[in-house]
């Protein structure tokens, strides 16, 4: 209640399926589950919605490509940093995925918002808050890898206007970059499955 006005504040939380109540303004690793994260991901069109396929290509796919990403640039790293990789986009599962455009018109607010939320995320599945400067620039890397092959393989971007926003991909071995080429949208409830059975073999 707003003592000034005697008007209710506006409600600040959402309700997800396990239950949960998640406070927005301050969450509380207590209310976040990888189900609801997952089911979320898997629901969030990446591009707009803007991509060929007959489904939705999701956030969670996207996702798990820049953990295989990451993975492949660096083999050797830490079980912890590839989920680190996965989880990149989590707080997605509950303000959506705002094109970069959008993001750059929108106030500081916005980005302080998300990164409280993807801290709460890594203290709920025992990340570190900060990762690693070398950590945080290889997601980076991965994730514009990502988003040049989702460009030019989903989103109508020629190979030109792709390397122009993204850069040009290097280093990937020829296996992935088959996988890279061949980006298929998948259903919603398969992008959940497969999120969640990567989720569950890094968090062991």
Known sequence: MNAASNTPLPRAWQRMLSGRRL????????????????HGLA???????????????????????????????SPSEPAAHQ?????????????????????AALSLDYRVFESRLLTAIHVRFGLPTELPDEVGQLIKRADKIAAYYEAVGLAGFSQAEARKFFGQPKGLSPRLVTTLTGLRPVPASEGEERFLKRFHELAR
């Not at 406070?23 to 997952?38: C, H, K, T, V």
């Not at 069109?45 to 996702?63: K, L």
């Not at 990789?85 to 094109?99: S, T």
Request: proline content about 6%; hydrophobic content about 45%.
């Open 23 to 38: 406070d927005l303004l301050d969450p509380s690793p207590l209310d976040i589950e990888i189900e609801d994260i997952a």
């Open 83 to 103: 989920l680190a990789a996965l989880l990149h986009d989590a707080p997605e599962y509950v303000i959506g995925d705002l094109i970069s455009p959008f993001k």
């Open 43 to 73: 629901r969030v069109a990446r591009w707009n919605g803007q991509t060929r396929g007959d489904h939705t290509f999701s956030v969670a796919e996207h996702s798990l490509l820049v953990e295989a990403i990451v993975r492949d640039l």
